[in-house]
């Protein structure tokens, strides 16, 4: 399951960084999203039990930071990146958002315990 939410994090700070500091150009990095089943095929990772739980806490974990991340996002969606407006891309900006704080979240949550 590390292999799989380190993935998410990185997929997930790469989208964010290509989304503000490139624009619409910047969306292409969203088709990276699509190696998330093939790197979760090729790992073979069957879940237990405690596992299976681990995996809902970083779910339940990850949806009240995502809600505070959206309204960062809606706060600051009037300001502009390296030219981009955060308002025209707040879609795909917590797309990536979400993806980055399930990994991290998942990470910590499966070093704790």
Known sequence: MNIRFTFEAVIGTICLLAILFFGSIGLIALALFVLLPVVVKFTKCTLDEREKVLFYKAGNLTFGITVM??????????????????????YYLSISTVSLIHGVSGLIVFKIS
């Open 69 to 90: 991340a959206l309204w960062v996002i809606y706060k600051f969606s009037g300001h502009a990146i390296n030219g981009n407006l955060i308002g025209e891309y707040w």
